[in-house]
């Protein structure tokens, strides 16, 4: 009983570390969708100035264009960030589904798709 905010806290932190870290994970799958045009965007994406910040084509595209950092004053929806997130939030229910009996399984297979 003394110690119920201990284990609260660490469910809690689990909780908030896991959701943060499927972000970034719906991040990497832009970009590795992104990675298959035959013209990368990141690449042929032209200089920009924002706020007179200079930024490169690369920091441009990762800024503007797949977060939307820089586009405040549109309050768009970000179809391409919540599709990734959403993929990732699949894959994780697709490896857990099962529970142990599938853990070799979804491992093997996830290691060679991420890798």
């Given at each position: 009983?003394?110690?119920?905010?201990?284990?609260?806290?660490?469910?809690?932190?689990?909780?908030?570390?896991?959701f943060?870290?499927?972000?970034?994970?719906?991040?990497?799958?832009?970009?590795?969708?992104?990675?298959?045009?035959?013209?990368i965007?990141?690449?042929?994406?032209?200089?920009?100035?924002?706020?007179?910040?200079?930024m490169?084509?690369?920091?441009?595209?990762?800024k503007?264009?797949?977060?939307?950092?820089?586009?405040?004053?549109?309050?768009?929806?970000?179809?391409?960030?919540?599709?990734?997130?959403?993929?990732?939030?699949?894959?994780?229910?697709?490896?857990?589904?099962?529970?142990?009996?599938?853990?070799?399984?979804?491992?093997?297979?996830?290691?060679?798709?991420?890798?």
């Amino acid at each position: 009983p003394r110690l119920r905010g201990i284990g609260l806290a660490s469910v809690f932190a689990g909780y908030t570390i896991t959701f943060y870290y499927c972000i970034i994970l719906g991040y990497a799958c832009i970009y590795f969708v992104e990675s298959f045009h035959k013209d990368i965007p990141w690449m042929t994406a032209t200089e920009k100035h924002f706020q007179d910040i200079s930024m490169s084509g690369a920091e441009y595209y990762t800024k503007d264009e797949a977060t939307g950092v820089y586009t405040f004053a549109e309050t768009t929806f970000n179809w391409k960030v919540f599709v990734g997130i959403v993929v990732i939030w699949i894959l994780i229910f697709l490896s857990i589904f099962k529970g142990v009996k599938s853990t070799g399984w979804s491992s093997s297979s996830l290691s060679l798709f991420l890798c």
